[in-house]
């Protein structure tokens, strides 16, 4: 595949994703699936080219409309598409050729048959490369928000929700992490292998692997083209794991024998985990509501191995009296906002609104009120969120405490050194992006009540 084509794909998939309304990460995963032909060097081109434009659109869509008759909005949906793909790489992809940019915009509307709009595509193309750099100065925005939306890209209720929670700078260090590319991360299994094994099978492959942050088994990927073509991962030793969620499965601390019950598990990767440290012993259900999430279970299973896994079809809001008081450890990794793994899923801010923040609390109460029962007497409850809001975070360890028999459990002694945090001792940690080396993540550790 040719740049020329991947701009065709990119501009594809940005339809798909800003105006079909397709997740990101599973509209391009999809995508480069099909296309296992790929190199890697078109590969990055096309996975930078849609994952920036995604991320940059509200500052896109803002340029485009600075030089442009017809408002983006009211805009084909292709040459929406087309127009953004363009201005981000004549703003943002420096070893891209402005005149190649916009050759290839004009072409692919022809090729579209939409030759009359060619004209309009090249004329917003070529004003944007004359206008960069005036483009470029927010300076003159007198509304801090507002200039700091459109800087990142970020819908202005998260910037001014961002700035009251955090203090310092710690809201700009998150915001400018989502703009940077997420590596890959991995957790060896080390109950099958060692992780010198590991970064032995890497090297013999081309590929590297660096130690993660805080855990030895945590690998930082690169150097290769397609996950499944590296003998580590087909072979079961490795897991695509971000450090942040590696986290829980340590604080949870499953001890060997314990039966345990994963009840949003899907994809699997705190259920693998909990099932390597159990290193062959115990019994864990890992469950979640459709078929279709429930198969990405089976597939990690059935590649890794192990044999104490039993996947199911089961909606966590429905309890089942067969698991009441049975379980040793209950993890909870719930629906949530999202908003600590945007630099992952880099729509998810066009998705998520502060209406819908009150929607999602009632229903993590709703599944934790279910799936707390489960918990024996004296057992763990895990909950943990991919976010960073009060209302899905520290609101919910309040709720937990005053409304469910449990306390929570002293985490500072199982946390690694620099996440010592004040909150360890009430039994929770939030990550954040941009200020820990992880996803912004919550995690929280409670014993049930005898």
């Not at 094994?197 to 945590?218: C, D, I, M």
Request: proline share 4%; aromatic share 8%.
């Amino acid at each position: 595949m040719t740049e020329k084509t991947a701009r065709e794909a990119a501009a594809m998939l940005a339809e798909k994703i800003l105006d079909e309304k397709e997740y990101s990460h599973i509209a391009l995963r999809t995508f480069l699936d099909g296309v296992s032909w790929m190199d890697r060097q078109d590969r990055a081109f096309l996975s930078r080219l849609i994952t920036g434009t995604v991320e940059r659109c509200l500052f896109l869509d803002y340029a485009i409309d600075r030089v442009s008759k017809i408002k983006v909005k009211k805009m084909k949906p292709l040459i929406r598409a087309v127009l953004r793909t363009g201005a981000y790489q004549i703003f943002f992809m420096d070893g891209v050729a402005d005149r190649a940019v916009c050759n290839e915009a004009v072409n692919l509307v022809k090729k579209r048959r939409i030759n009359n709009l060619s004209g309009f595509v090249n004329g917003v193309l070529r004003s944007l490369i004359r206008e960069k750099e005036v483009i470029l100065d927010l300076s003159w925005i007198p509304d801090r928000d507002r200039a700091m939306s459109l800087t990142y890209s970020m819908p202005e209720w998260i910037i001014k929700e961002w700035r009251e929670m955090f203090s310092g700078d710690v809201a700009e260090r998150m915001l400018n992490s989502f703009l940077k590319e997420s590596p890959v991360m991995v957790r060896v299994n080390t109950s099958l292998v060692s992780t010198d094994q590991v970064l032995k099978s890497l090297e013999a492959q081309g590929a590297k692997g660096e130690p993660g942050s805080y855990f030895p088994s945590n690998l930082m990927l690169s150097g290769f083209s397609r996950l499944e073509e590296l003998e580590c991962f087909r072979k079961g030793w490795i897991q695509v794991q971000d450090t942040s969620s590696q986290m829980a499965g340590y604080l949870a601390a499953p001890e060997k024998g314990s039966r345990i019950i994963d009840v949003c598990a899907a994809p699997g990767g705190k259920t693998l985990h909990a099932a390597d440290l159990l290193c062959g012993t115990g019994h864990i259900t890992a469950c979640d509501l459709s078929e279709e999430k429930v198969r990405l279970i089976r597939d990690n299973v059935r590649r890794i191995g192990f044999q104490n896994i039993e996947p199911a079809v089961h909606d966590a809001l429905d309890k089942n009296p067969a698991w009441v008081e049975t379980a040793d450890l209950v993890i909870a990794d719930l629906p949530c906002s999202g908003l600590g793994v945007m630099g992952r899923k880099p729509d998810i801010r066009y998705r998520m609104t502060k209406e819908k923040l009150p929607e999602l609390q009632k229903l993590q109460r709703e599944i934790l009120t279910v799936v707390s029962d489960y918990v024996k007497p004296g057992g763990k409850l895990v909950f943990s969120t991919c976010t960073v809001t009060r209302e899905e975070n520290v609101d919910n360890v309040r709720w937990i405490m005053e409304q469910l028999p449990f306390q929570p459990l002293d985490l500072s002694a199982a946390l690694p050194e620099g996440l010592k945090t004040a909150t360890a001792k009430d039994g929770y940690v939030q990550l954040l992006p941009g200020v820990h080396p992880c996803d912004g993540f919550f995690i929280s550790v409670f014993r049930k009540k005898r």
